[in-house]
T-cell receptor, first 107, second 114 residues
Framework: GQQVQQSPASLVLQEGENAELQCNFS?????MQWFYQRPGGSLVSLFYNPSGTKHSGRLTSTTVIKERRSSLHISSSQTTDSGTYLCALERNNRIFFGDGTQLVVKP | GPKVLQIPSHQIIDMGQMVTLNCDPVSNHLYFYWYKQILGQQMEFLVNFYNGKVMEKSKLFKDQFSVERPDGSYFTLKIQPTALEDSAVYFCASSSSASQNTLYFGAGTRLSVL
């Protein structure tokens, strides 16, 4: 079964709105990571966040290992934020990806 | 930041031919991965590689697939012979250890099998 569940599957925002993306894990994990996949396909690592809260510009990631969940908050969204956001968990030398959240930010 | 380079960015070949995808991982990294992503679908794990050996491979890693990193050069994924269903984007990744470390991805190689 799917070890990483992401929600929502897709999200449409007006520029300036905030977004909250969720990632839930069905198994224990060693660490987790958030990626941004550009429309062309290339991947950018946003956060390596095994636990706690991390900030990077308009992005905030919070991971609660005991509850097997992680969230990615995007504040004041911009059109350039459009793309797919993937979370991935690492467990026993394997990396498992979620299906991703497809974000569209309209001007 | 550290970069993983993949060469070529796009490869078009005829079904049945051999193809080699090349990955230049981050210089001090020890763990290497290949992932496959069919257009519009989830990224799927293929194989991980450490110390010259395959550590684990998935069901997607068919007998026609092989990986190696001869003498610390490129980490390669070879498909021989290719099939139509091999058309996908193949992502290479590396990390300095399997746990508690950030995974760095290349930009991917788009393979089109005709």
């Amino acid at each position: 079964g799917q070890q990483v569940q992401q929600s929502p599957a897709s999200l449409v925002l007006q520029e300036g709105e905030n977004a909250e993306l969720q990632c839930n894990f069905s198994t224990s994990l060693n660490s987790m990571q958030w990626f941004y996949q550009r429309p062309g396909g290339s991947l950018v690592s946003l956060f390596y966040n095994p636990s706690g809260t991390k900030h990077s510009g308009r992005l905030t990631s919070t991971t609660v290992i005991k509850e097997r969940r992680s969230s990615l908050h995007i504040s004041s969204s911009q059109t350039t934020d459009s793309g797919t956001y993937l979370c991935a968990l690492e467990r026993n030398n394997r990396i498992f990806f979620g299906d991703g959240t497809q974000l569209v930010v309209k001007p | 930041g550290p970069k993983v380079l993949q060469i070529p960015s796009h490869q078009i070949i005829d079904m049945g031919q051999m193809v080699t995808l090349n990955c230049d991982p981050v210089s001090n990294h020890l763990y290497f991965y290949w992932y496959k992503q069919i257009l519009g679908q989830q990224m799927e794990f293929l194989v991980n590689f450490y110390n010259g050996k395959v550590m684990e491979k998935s069901k997607l890693f068919k007998d026609q697939f092989s990986v190696e990193r001869p003498d610390g050069s490129y980490f390669t994924l070879k498909i021989q012979p290719t099939a139509l269903e091999d058309s996908a984007v193949y992502f290479c990744a590396s990390s300095s250890s399997a746990s508690q470390n950030t995974l760095y991805f290349g930009a991917g190689t788009r393979l089109s099998v005709l």
